[in-house]
């Protein structure tokens, strides 16, 4: 009874506030679009409490009342009984039970009018909720370029609710979507099109509506969810599992189902078979089919999806955006790399020598610029992930692909998640919504990391440029390049294999079949792709960006504290001297090394020395010394500060020249005991190897924790991929040495 | 004009490219096939299908005017009957 008197409340409490508009609709039904197109580009992201689902939300201004509603960007879903957490909240907010959120004032039901009678399936279990329903037609301009008349007004009369013609990507129909959606508010439509079943099954559909009855506001919602908890053999209703009077509503469900199974009727499928039934009366008078030609997407999958011509074209789109993020992506990293030493001359040049300068270009500068830096890449993959989206390519990729998935026991949507993750796992991991079953995309999140992202390159370029020899490889392979691709290869097979066993142990079984849409092929719209890249480019600024830059701080103050006074005092008389001594150009040089030293020792008697001498132990079976474990605790923030980590505990200062000066002094270290080289070929792929499979990276492990709202799987990731790092450079350090490599 | 003769049963991933049936049942009773009745693959459904993936899997299939990717293990699990069309 509580349940009643509360959602009684809440309406009540509510009818003075701002309207909430829900838009519902397919996935791929263009929902975003309508969305940007009724409230801009100004968004507000949050979370559905308890859940990782995200909720997006705008304003869109309402004329008459001179007032704004609130417009929420529910997911996509194909049907009120939920298979998914995304599908979870956009029942639980339609029938009024997620928690922290009312039922909404009105609903846009954006279908995709190509698809109508697909479409026309959730629509008729919306139209039940009694909520106001506007409907869009949306991609109105595929139906007539595709041959099809739809008589709008009919359906308008039949289905008892506003119907408008849209084409969400060129802002058509926008301005009279507004008008009804106004009109609806104002003086909501009547006489809803409902669904009536045979009468054995409305007698039991009764039966337990008057069960659940309390827990609803309403004898419409209350209805149509008894429908669903009657043919639902999961039991995915909230009602089920989230309060004490499951016992009761469980007892009325299995006496209603024996009911019906002794008269003969599949209880399972009596809502989807009914409801097709009366869809195809529906579209049997309001479509018409006006040409038969053969469309553009039947010629264009005969070569998308051909044998060999299929995988030659996604070859090749894949060698496109990867010559984007690794080659293209270069010009624009450069002249941003050049604009963060820029800013970093100018601080120096401003500020005296101390803590706030060394905190502004050693932390903060360093800290932006490391997250700057990555957003050509990411801009360019999101490009042309969005290119991909829009076309209606990327489905046909999944297509082609899903055979190969499947055998590692992931699926055809994995590819996306794994392709991103080449130039980050943060967007990686964010794509991976898109995998409806649970266990698939929780196997493609794990392995997600293993595959080298471009933070990982200059690590290998710094590596393989110092250690490994320029020779050839039967005669025409160069070995630094073969190198280079072993470790991409290398990433990307463990990673599959991972999957496999994770699928076969941890993560078994499938609860959704794999099935996707495959749309119509069309011109991407300049205004979509441009927004998704933009506002997921946004997103990865503010998932991954926060974390990086509150880890550089953090490493900053670990390597530069604690500060040792004599250390200072020695290194101040050591510069004074040397003034004294010395003028010019040599003066200069002289200072620089002296500099070079005195940061080097300052570093070794830090937080993070102490740290990498305390690791040490842990990894000198790797073949590295405490300069690389200070490497790879600063590596946490971002894998590529090894690189002038290494530069600054070597002496070398950070200068642009650095690279060549940093291989030169890996090179001609020498062991103080030994008098051997330090660092060997075989330490470097040892260390190369380590950098391949280790989890260093903080801001991936905070967005999988994010996704999966709780501790438990990134703890798993970083506890695997620990193990597979430790344990393969162990492998290739010992037994390279065993075998008398060096 | 053209008219439908009936013709032989078969589970779904045996028809061939460009093949048309009509769902008849399905050969269990599992959850996982809900979501496929809800996508409109309800008995007696007309469905076309229209390719195999370059591998082999998945199939692609027409009905209701859009087109689906449903997998070989999924298509095994559908009875269906087959239809001719034959120009009068």
């Known amino acids: 009874m509580n349940a009643q008197v509360k959602t009684h409340q809440t309406i009540e409490g509510a009818a003075g506030a701002e309207k909430e508009i829900a838009l519902v609709g397919n996935p791929n039904c ?19 409490p308890g859940v990782t689902v995200e909720k997006k939300t705008g304003m869109m201004k309402l004329n008459r009342q001179d007032r704004q509603a609130v417009v929420i960007d529910l997911p996509g879903t194909y049907s009120l009984l939920p298979h998914s957490p995304d599908e979870d909240v956009v ?61 709008a007004d009919r359906l308008s009369a039949i289905l008892g609710v506003r119907c408008v013609k849209t084409v969400g990507n060129r802002r058509k129909g926008i301005a009279e979507l507004r008008r009804a959606i106004e009109s609806e508010l104002d003086l909501p439509s009547v006489g809803r099109f409902r669904t ?77 078979v009914r409801r097709y039934e009366q869809i195809e009366r529906i579209c049997g008078q309001v479509v018409r089919k006006i040409s038969n030609a053969k469309t553009l997407t039947e010629r264009l999958d005969q070569i998308l999806t051909h044998p060999i011509l299929g995988f030659l074209v996604f070859f090749s789109l894949i060698t496109l955006v990867f010559q984007a993020i690794f080659t293209w992506a270069e010009t624009p990293k450069a002249w941003i790399d050049a604009a963060f030493r820029f800013l970093e001359k100018l601080i120096s040049s401003h500020l005296p020598e101390g803590a706030l300068r060394s905190l502004l270009t050693d932390g903060v500068l360093a800290g932006v610029g490391n997250v700057v830096s990555f957003l050509p890449q990411i801009f360019f993959l999101f490009f042309f992930i969005a290119m991909f989206e829009d076309s209606g390519y990327m489905a046909r990729a999944a297509f082609v692909l899903d055979r190969l998935m499947k055998k590692v026991g992931l699926n055809g949507r994995s590819f996306l998640p794994l392709l991103s993750s080449f130039a980050c796992a943060v967007p990686g991991i964010l794509s991976t919504r898109t995998i409806q079953d649970r266990n698939d995309r929780l196997a493609t999140i794990l392995v997600a990391p293993l595959m080298s992202c471009s933070a990982r390159l200059p690590v290998y370029t710094l590596l393989i440029g110092a250690f490994i020899p320029a020779t050839q490889v039967l005669g025409f392979v160069s070995l630094k390049g073969l190198t280079l691709f072993v470790m991409y290869v290398l990433g990307l097979l463990v990673g599959l294999v991972a999957a496999y066993l994770f699928r076969k142990t941890l993560l078994r079984g499938r609860r959704a079949p794999f099935v996707f849409e495959l749309p119509p092929y069309r011109v991407p719209h300049w205004r979509t792709v441009l927004t998704v890249t933009w506002e997921r480019g946004k997103e990865f600024l503010y998932r991954a960006g926060g974390v990086i830059f509150a880890a550089a701080i953090v490493l900053w103050f670990l390597a530069s504290y604690p500060k040792s006074a004599s250390l200072d005092q020695a290194y101040e008389a050591k510069r004074i001297q040397v003034q004294a001594a010395l003028s010019g150009q040599v003066l200069q040089d002289r200072l620089k090394e002296l500099h070079a030293h ?113 501790w438990l799987w990134p703890g798993f990731m970083i506890a695997y991929m620990t193990v597979l790092a430790w344990g393969a450079s162990f492998i290739v350090f010992q037994g390279g040495k065993a075998l008398g490599f060096r | ?37 809800e996508l409109g693959m309800v008995p007696g459904t007309k469905i076309r299908m229209m390719r195999y993936a370059p591998l082999g899997d998945p199939m692609e299939l027409e009905l209701r005017g859009y087109r689906l990717s449903i997998r070989r293990e999924d298509a095994e699990k559908i009875w269906v009957r087959k239809i001719k069309i034959s120009p009068l």
């Open chain 1, 196 to 272: 009536c079943f045979d009468a054995k099954i409305e007698a039991e559909i009764e039966s337990i509506r008057r069960v659940i009855e309390p827990f609803f506001h309403d004898a419409d919602i209350s209805r149509g969810e008894a429908i669903r908890i009657l043919s639902d053999s999961a039991c995915r209703n909230p009602l089920l599992s989230r309060n004490g009077h499951s016992a009761l509503i469980n007892q009325a469900i299995s006496q209603s189902r024996t009911k019906l199974e002794e008269q003969g009727i599949d209880w399972t499928s009596f809502e989807p």
């Open chain 2, 1 to 37: 004009m053209k008219s439908e003769s009936a013709s032989e049963e078969l589970c779904l991933d045996r028809l061939r490219p460009s093949e048309l049936a009509v769902i008849v049942r399905y050969l269990d009773r599992q959850d996982i096939h809900h979501r496929l009745k």
């Open chain 1, 598 to 710: 005195g940061a080097a020792e300052a570093v070794a008697s830090s937080y993070a020395g102490r740290i990498g001498r305390a690791i040490e132990p842990f990894i000198r079976p790797l073949g590295f010394d405490w300069k690389i474990g200070v490497g790879l605790v600063s590596s946490l923030a971002a894998r590529e500060v090894i690189v002038s980590t290494l530069a600054i505990v070597h002496d070398v200062g950070t200068d642009e020249d650095s690279p060549a000066n940093l291989a030169e002094a890996l090179r001609s270290e020498v062991s103080s005991e030994t008098g051997l080289p330090v660092y060997t070929p075989l330490v470097a792929l040892s260390l190369m190897i380590f950098f391949v499979f280790a989890c260093q990276c903080l801001s991936t492990v905070a967005v999988v924790r994010r996704e999966m709202g709780s």
């Open chain 1, 91 to 151: 029942h639980d907010v339609l029938i009024g039970l997620q928690a922290g959120s009312r039922a909404p004032d009105l609903i846009v039901l954006i279908i995709d009018a190509m698809a109508l009678e697909r479409n026309l399936f959730l629509a008729l279990q919306v139209l039940e909720t009694g909520i106001p329903v506007v409907l869009a037609l949306n991609m109105w301009d595929a139906v007539e370029q595709n041959g099809y008349s739809i008589d």
């Open chain 1, 30 to 48: 263009g929902k975003t679009t309508i969305f940007n197109a009724l409230t801009g580009l100004r968004h507000v992201t949050a979370n559905y």
